[in-house]
């Protein structure tokens, strides 16, 4: 059917062609951490039928279950950083909301010293004027 590597058939020779396409753009999808591996996909990209990858090349079948597998191992693997991901998150709205409540607290402290500070100023001018009220006044004869 080949005289070396080459394919002698039109049907081998596009057989060939289609699998070359197939791997081209399998590993491209491989590459891409976004792109779907699933047959619809890669015979989209690729430009031929599903019916063919099923049929010809099944050998992209189990290419593409073992791409699945590794992305979900690779997910698995992921999922433990997320959740330490996530914790570091929550341990930051934390740290956000304990700031936000002690930044709330220091204002009501300024907030009562500055009460403070006025109540004692105002003390001090009422004992000023207690004490000039208290003094004794000299009474002035009208006649004189």
Known sequence: MTQGDTPVTPQARRWAKTELRLKEKLAVMAADANAKLAVAELA??????RNVIYTH???MLTELRRLRSERA?????????????????Q????CAEAATQNAVLLRRALEAEARAE???????????????LSK?????DVDA
């Open 44 to 49: 989209r990209r690729t430009g031929v039928g």
């Open 57 to 59: 090349h099944a050998s």
């Open 73 to 89: 191992k690779d997910v698995r693997a992921e999922g433990h950083g997320d959740r330490q991901h996530a914790s570091v998150q």
């Open 91 to 94: 341990m930051h709205a934390k």
């Open 118 to 132: 006025r109540a004692e100023m105002r003390n001090a001018q009422l004992v000023k004027e207690v004490a000039r």
């Open 136 to 140: 004794p006044h000299p009474i002035r």
